[in-house]
């Protein structure tokens, strides 16, 4: 069975820095695009960061400068470095993957991992 296994969420002071980590296992003939999508309560889900198989990124606006997202496809992982964290960064993280099951793509999510920036 395909998971999507998030880690790296927690609590962290404004300024600070936390680093998500999110790897994909089952049988997985290959991995394209994989990302990071966040949700606050109230808010809609939102993309935060996009890596492409080739290693093209894309981010959205409010973490342009702040975050890196990465990927090593030798371990089927995908991670953010998320730096100079204000609070409204503060959400779900949610790792997404388009994957190749077979003969099939397929789109994944993980469970979700709070972030939470408070002093």
């Known amino acids: 069975q395909v998971q999507l296994v998030e880690s790296g969420g927690g609590l962290v002071q404004p300024g600070g820095s936390l680093r998500l980590s999110c790897a994909a296992s089952g049988s997985i003939f290959s991995i394209n695009a994989m990302g990071w999508y966040r949700q606050a309560p109230g808010k809609q889900r939102e993309l935060v960061a996009r890596?492409?198989?080739?290693?093209?990124?894309n981010y959205a606006d409010s973490v342009k400068g702040r975050f890196t997202i990465s990927r090593d496809n030798a371990k089927n992982t995908v991670s953010l470095q998320m730096n100079s964290l204000i609070p409204e960064d503060t959400a779900v993280y949610y790792c997404?993957?388009?994957?190749?099951?077979?003969?099939?793509?397929?789109?994944?999510w993980g469970q979700g991992t709070q972030v939470t920036v408070s002093s």
């Open positions: 890596i492409g198989s080739s290693g093209s990124t």
């Open positions: 997404n993957a388009d994957l190749i099951i077979g003969i099939s793509r397929n789109n994944y």
